[in-house]
Nanobody, 121 residues
Framework: QVRLVESGGGLVQAGGSLRLSCAAS????????MAWYRQAPGKQHELVAT???????RYADSVKGRFAISRDNAKNTVYLEMNSLKPEDTAVYYC???????????????WGRGTLVTVSS
């Protein structure tokens, strides 16, 4: 069974840093794009950052210069390094994998269950 499991969330003061990880498992052969989304209380789901298998990245304007996405293709893991955190970064952060090829089939999109990041002022 294909799974994405996030880790690394928690409580941090404004100006601090956190590193999120998301490990994919389940007979994975390749993943096209991996991404981080977030959803703050009372707000819409927001794309935070994406990274292709070749390492091309894109960021939401709100996190450019503060967050960095990376991936380890050998480990099927994506990371989100978050620096200079602000209270408005408080949200549940979700991992997403698109275009996944596994030993049992292909998946258009797979989501993790999320990890909570809380930034105190």
């Amino acid at each position: 069974q294909v799974r994405l499991v996030e880790s690394g969330g928690g409580l941090v003061q404004a100006g601090g840093s956190l590193r999120l990880s998301c490990a994919a498992s389940g007979g994975i052969i390749s993943i096209n794009v991996m991404a981080w989304y977030r959803q703050a209380p009372g707000k819409q789901h927001e794309l935070v950052a994406t990274i292709t298998g070749g390492g091309s990245t894109r960021y939401a304007d709100s996190v450019k210069g503060r967050f960095a996405i990376s991936r380890d293709n050998a480990k099927n893991t994506v990371y989100l390094e978050m620096n200079s955190l602000k209270p408005e970064d408080t949200a549940v952060y979700y991992c997403n994998a698109a275009g996944m090829v596994t030993t049992t089939g292909t998946y258009g999109e797979v989501w993790g269950r999320g990890t909570l990041v809380t930034v105190s002022s």
